[in-house]
T-cell receptor, first 112, second 115 residues
């Protein structure tokens, strides 16, 4: 699976958009990009995933560059409850273990 | 509400005293898995199950047992807990099948301390 690189920490003001980058320069054609977050020792929460196209759901948007070497998770109107560690994960069509490998992630602090 | 539940949420026990952490999901998911999370080591998979009566070892299975007699339940058993099993444990589930998407749903966690 491709390695991902994320900044260790970021902050943004409440109500503003939070843009979280992820580099995955060694991604291959059949690998998906997944985003999860973990709010202070709670269970990780699935946010969104994508392969090539940009994706949007009720939680966030995922922008994947055309060469697929990087992506950005966008929380359009961050709230205090979005303070969490965000993980970018790249996975090939899963093996039978469906194991998720969480790196260090980005610690996002949303400021009042 | 679709969810994965774990019990207990917190447990302090002594070395050698057998314990079971329960995990239950109400989403009719085929796949279930156990992870442990330790500072600096991230989440590591302990065991997983592709369906009823089908279980397999993850990356750190030593000292743990699991069973999958029913689709909704996947208990984690520590026959003789040791202090190095002090950790935060998460159960997860997902829909079955070999095609994406592969999003997993996690329980709230069980913080276990073994003294």
């Amino acid at each position: 699976d491709a390695k991902t690189t994320q900044p260790p920490s970021m902050d943004c003001a409440e109500g503003r958009a939070a843009n979280l980058p992820c580099n995955h320069s060694t991604i291959s054609g059949n690998e998906y990009v997944y985003w999860y977050r973990q709010i202070h020792s709670q269970g990780p929460q699935y946010i969104i995933h994508g392969l090539k196209n940009n994706e949007t759901n009720e939680m966030a948007s995922l922008i994947i560059t055309e060469d697929r070497k990087s992506s950005t998770l966008i929380l359009p109107h961050a709230t205090l409850r979005d303070t969490a560690v965000y993980y970018c994960i790249v996975r090939v069509a899963m093996d039978s273990s469906y194991k998720l490998i969480f790196g260090s992630g980005t610690r996002l602090l949303v400021r009042p | 509400e679709a969810q994965v539940t774990q019990n207990p949420r917190y447990l302090i026990t002594v070395t050698g005293k057998k314990l079971t952490v329960t995990c239950s999901q109400n989403m009719n998911h085929e796949y279930m898995s156990w992870y442990r999370q330790d500072p600096g080591l991230g989440l590591r998979q302990i065991y997983y199950s592709m369906n009823v009566e089908v279980t397999d070892k993850g990356d750190v299975p030593e000292g743990y047992k699991v069973s999958r007699k029913e689709k909704r339940n996947f208990p984690l058993i520590l026959e003789s807990p040791s202090p190095n099993q002090t950790s935060l444990y998460f159960c997860a589930s997902k829909k079955g099948g070999t095609r994406p998407p592969y999003e997993q749903y996690f329980g709230p966690g069980t913080r276990l301390t073994v003294t």
